[in-house]
């Protein structure tokens, strides 16, 4: 599986960005994805999930996120979404997208170290 994380750039306080996250090669029956995002000298924290694959689309948030952010799937283009709205100097990071097998659970979907699969990585600055 290959993912590949596109659309950062810089913005303004109160601006809005579209994150794309590109899925291509082998596909799963059970899946689900997720953006995570670090910031320079912090840990990798969780942003948003979403069920890829196998069932439905439940969708989990950070709740420093929540009613800002909305992630997507996009079936046509096999890709992962995410819409940041008003957005704030403390969401500037590099934004990743991630891929596990199995079914999106309540429990562990905000676990990084649980994904198998990583994009690259976006970077996303928001000035004051």
């Known amino acids: 599986v290959q993912l590949q994380a596109f659309g950062g750039g810089l913005v303004q306080a109160g601006d809005s960005l579209r994150l794309s996250c590109a899925v291509s090669?082998?596909?799963?029956?059970?899946?689900?994805m997720a953006w995570f995002r670090q910031a320079p000298g912090k840990e990798r924290r969780f942003v948003a999930a979403i069920a890829w694959s196998g069932s439905g689309s439940s969708t989990y948030y950070a709740d420093s996120v929540k009613g800002r952010f909305s992630i997507s799937k996009d079936n046509a283009n096999n890709m992962m979404l995410l819409q940041m709205n008003s957005l704030k100097p403390e969401d500037t990071a590099l934004y990743y997208c991630?891929?596990?097998?199995?079914?999106?659970?309540?429990?562990?979907?905000?676990?990084?170290?649980?994904?198998?699969?990583w994009g690259q990585g976006t970077q996303v600055t928001v000035s004051s």
């Open positions: 991630a891929l596990d097998l199995g079914l999106l659970d309540s429990r562990t979907y905000y676990n990084w170290k649980k994904y198998a699969y």
């Open positions: 090669g082998r596909t799963f029956s059970r899946s689900h």
